[in-house]
């Protein structure tokens, strides 16, 4: 962690002139990601400067993994579902545009990875725009369907904010509970990192759906413990936000909430399943708009994908992106078996979903394993084919040499394949 900390403070100076500033960019919370969720990570910060200046800091780690079962070197974002979003911290501007293509230039030239993993980016993003420059030299590249992040405008109008949501039946619903319970409900915000109510909001989380499916953030200490760090960081930096909402004294809902240059962000959301009567999720949403309308914050991104309740106070998405980049030999193989190779095997086995979104695992790396691994590949196709579809196989062989062949840097890789598709025959005639 020395190396964040060494560069904190510039760090926490260029967000606050950047480009497009979020929280999840900060150094404070990057820290606290890398320090609970991969610790001992190989840290890596990229830097950009212009006269002794920071313009740009791009954080990533270093792992050793596979994309397309392709043992390689990889370099990522240092962030997971827990996290929001990612970009690097970019100064706005033509310095900050100069930026862009000096950091690109420096990964290009490193010789230290062969697939970059850039996660959870916004659309048109500094990380969107590495990947432009990387297209424009010839890099291979490749985007998973990309996810919607819902935004819900804040008008400061008050009677435009008493149209909200936008759902009629909803809208309908919570004014009837706010005015039967008067005098029973109490919204009230933290702005500190108290512990016991913040012990009390990861306690009802886990009460409900999130406990049972085991994805609460308190099944996890690690989990957990990224977030006692964060909500200490934000409080220490005046951005911290628990939102309580209580029915005669009893929580019913809660936000862990970020809010930040003019925007308030949810993380992690929870409510009382046994209150269902009075919709307490969207309740609190209610009260949460009112005060950030007061507080001047002009932006609610309810942090997450779109689904259906969330959709009901907006009709405004951000795009999320998933990007890869391939470098190198290894990086083209990769490219090719889990872009190229994947969907055409998937059309030709049975019970087999055709699917661009190509997993990449973290795991540790054979000596052996670059030679094996197109074997291990075809083997595993092999068990997939069922009694009596023994030409699946030889047909989706076939048609994985001619989407594998222009993306080789060397016959080599190709005559691999070639190999080890005959092994997986025999493996198909016993």
Same mark, same amino acid.
């Given at each position: 962690m020395e190396i964040i900390d060494e560069l904190a403070d510039e760090w926490r100076d260029l967000c606050d002139v950047s480009a497009d500033d979020h929280p999840f960019y900060r150094p404070e919370f990057i820290r606290a990601h890398i320090r609970n969720m991969i610790p001992g990570a190989k840290v890596v910060l990229v830097t950009a400067r212009l006269d002794h200046r920071l313009q740009l800091v791009l954080p990533l780690v270093e792992e050793l993994?596979?994309?397309?079962?392709?043992?390689?070197?990889?370099?990522?974002?240092?962030?997971? &579902?827990?996290?929001?979003? @990612?970009?690097?911290?970019? /100064?706005?501007?033509? =310095?900050?545009?100069?930026?862009?293509?000096? $950091?690109?230039?420096? &990964?290009? %030239?490193?010789?230290?990875?062969?697939?970059?993993?850039?996660? %959870? $980016?916004?659309?048109?993003?500094?990380?969107?725009?590495?990947?432009?420059?990387?297209? !424009?030299?010839?890099?291979?590249?490749?985007?998973?369907? =990309?996810?919607?992040?819902?935004?819900?405008?804040?008008?400061?109008?008050?009677?435009?904010?008493?149209?909200?949501?936008?759902?009629? !039946?909803?809208? $309908?619903?919570?004014?009837?509970?706010?005015?039967?319970?008067?005098?029973?409900?109490? @919204?009230?915000?933290?702005?500190?990192?108290? /512990? %016991?109510?913040?012990?009390?909001?990861?306690?009802?989380?886990?009460?409900?759906?999130?406990?049972?499916?085991? $994805?609460?953030?308190?099944?996890?200490?690690?989990?957990?413990? @990224?977030?006692?760090?964060?909500?200490?960081?934000?409080?220490?930096?005046?951005? @911290?936000?628990?939102?309580?909402?209580?029915?005669?004294?009893?929580?019913?809902?809660?936000?862990?909430?970020?809010?930040?240059?003019?925007?308030?962000?949810?993380?992690?959301?929870?409510?009382?399943?046994?209150?269902?009567?009075?919709?307490?999720?969207? &309740?609190?949403?209610?009260?949460?708009? =009112?005060?950030?309308?007061? !507080?001047?914050?002009?932006?609610? %991104?309810?942090?997450?994908?779109?689904? =259906?309740?969330?959709?009901?106070?907006?009709?405004d998405r951000l795009s999320i992106r998933y990007h890869f980049l391939f470098r190198g030999p290894l990086g083209q193989l990769a490219y090719a078996m889990g872009v190229r190779v994947g969907p055409t095997v998937a059309r030709w086995l049975p019970g087999r979903k055709a699917t661009h979104q190509s997993p990449v695992t973290s795991l540790p790396l054979d000596q052996g394993a670059q030679e094996s691994d197109a074997g291990a590949l075809m083997e595993s196709l092999a068990g997939d084919v069922r009694p009596g579809k023994e030409h699946s196989l030889v047909g989706c062989y076939e048609d994985a040499v001619d989407a594998l062949r222009p993306f080789c840097e060397c016959t080599a890789d190709v005559f691999l394949l070639r190999k080890n598709g005959g092994r997986a025959r025999a493996l198909l005639a016993r």
């Open positions: 993994g596979r994309y397309g079962k392709v043992p390689l070197r990889k370099l990522r974002a240092p962030v997971d &579902l827990n996290c929001g979003r @990612f970009d690097a911290a970019r /100064r706005s501007g033509p =310095e900050g545009d100069a930026a862009i293509r000096a $950091t690109w230039n420096y &990964l290009k %030239d490193n010789g230290g990875w062969d697939v970059l993993q850039l996660l %959870d $980016t916004p659309e048109g993003s500094t990380c969107c725009r590495l990947v432009e420059e990387a297209r !424009r030299d010839g890099f291979l590249t490749f985007q998973l369907p =990309e996810t919607w992040n819902p935004v819900v405008p804040i008008p400061a109008d008050p009677e435009l904010l008493q149209k909200m949501p936008l759902n009629a !039946r909803l809208r $309908t619903k919570l004014r009837q509970v706010k005015r039967e319970q008067q005098g029973s409900l109490n @919204f009230y915000r933290i702005a500190t990192a108290d /512990r %016991d109510a913040i012990d009390r909001f990861f306690d009802l989380e886990a009460s409900g759906w999130k406990g049972r499916n085991n $994805t609460a953030v308190n099944c996890g200490p690690s989990t957990r413990q @990224f977030f006692n760090e964060l909500a200490e960081s934000a409080a220490r930096f005046g951005y @911290f936000s628990l939102y309580m909402l209580e029915l005669k004294g009893q929580l019913i809902a809660a936000h862990f909430a970020l809010t930040y240059h003019g925007r308030c962000y949810s993380p992690v959301v929870a409510h009382n399943e046994n209150f269902r009567q009075f919709a307490p999720g969207h &309740l609190i949403v209610s009260e949460l708009l =009112e005060d950030c309308a007061a !507080r001047g914050i002009h932006t609610y %991104d309810i942090t997450g994908k779109d689904q =259906e309740w969330k959709m009901k106070w907006t009709n």
